[in-house]
């Protein structure tokens, strides 16, 4: 919601602002221009874009807009997941967390917990990561290692859509000199026409350079910062997992797990110690 909210101010402000100075709206209504700066930078995303990262930008620029993030709530979900797998992997062995693993999307523990089902991967994290376990003969250090490794790839995974929408943004600028400097080409074939024709088209092709500035530290340069916040923020709960099954693998109790979980958590969001273990507390 804020980011809709930031969208609106901005447009405000600068509309604003161009009314109270006297400026036509009408002006800025320059279709040619829109069509060479918004449709050359799409060119150019799907020139940059590979695979799968064209809907990826999609969907984190979608969650941006609505205002998606990590909240205590899920955190607090997070920790109750680990926890309720640790206590039943302790309690009546690893074997019988075999088919939670296996089909975590018909499993009693992980259903519980829709929030976080949403979450792929997330969710694979978990489960590649216990399916280890559950294997055995992996010492705690090489356990962590592992982990480190794919948190590593999921971090350079999150910052592609954000990094690529950057790049796109820092071109927006010159994408309107182009458009910019095709109305002046078009202003020039007309240079001995009338004065007012001779200002339309001016107009016009300073509009194109103003839509570009506009449209990348407008709009595009604050999205890709959003999206890049959020990945570092979806790392963190890679690390809070972590912490929990390492010092699991350590030899220390569920619950004593958790709390090592629970410090990685940022203060913005890092629930209570009390907090956390009557969230766990029904499951003990």
Not at 128 to 133: A, E, K, L, N
Not at 223 to 234: P, Y
Not at 256 to 267: L, Q, T
Request: proline content about 4%; charged content about 20%; aromatic content about 8%.
């Amino acid at each position: 919601m804020l980011t809709i909210v930031g969208f609106v101010v901005v447009l405000a402000a600068v509309l604003g602002g161009f009314a109270l100075e006297g400026g036509p709206f009408l002006v800025l209504m320059q279709g040619a221009e829109f069509l060479i700066i918004g449709g050359s930078a799409i060119g150019a995303l799907l020139v940059s874009a590979r695979g799968k990262l064209l809907s990826k930008i999609l969907q984190k620029s979608i969650s941006a807009i609505k205002g998606e993030t990590i909240t205590r709530h899920t955190y607090l979900s997070l920790l109750k997941l680990v926890y309720e797998l640790l206590h039943k992997g302790q309690k009546e062995g690893w074997i019988a967390l075999e088919k939670h693993i296996e089909s975590p999307e018909e499993s009693a523990i992980f259903t519980k917990y829709s929030d976080l089902m949403g979450r792929d991967d997330m969710i694979l994290f978990i489960t590649d990561t216990f399916r280890m376990v559950i294997i055995g003969g992996i010492a705690p250090h090489d356990l962590e290692a592992l982990m480190d490794g794919d948190i590593e790839t999921h971090h350079a995974d999150s910052k592609r859509p954000g990094m690529l929408l950057q790049k796109i943004g820092d071109s927006m600028p010159g994408l309107g000199i182009v458009a910019a400097v095709l109305g002046i080409v078009i202003t020039m074939q007309a240079i001995d026409g009338p004065p007012e024709e001779i200002g339309h088209k001016v107009a016009a092709a300073l509009v194109g350079t103003f839509l570009g500035i506009f449209l990348s530290y407008g709009f595009l340069q604050p999205l890709a910062t959003n999206i890049d916040i959020a990945g570092e923020e979806e790392m963190m709960v890679y690390e809070v997992i972590k912490s929990a099954i390492a010092a699991f693998a350590k030899g220390f109790k569920p619950i004593v797990c958790v709390e090592f979980a629970r410090r990685c958590i940022p203060n913005e969001a890092r629930p209570s110690f009390v907090e956390m273990e009557e969230y766990v507390k029904d499951i003990r």
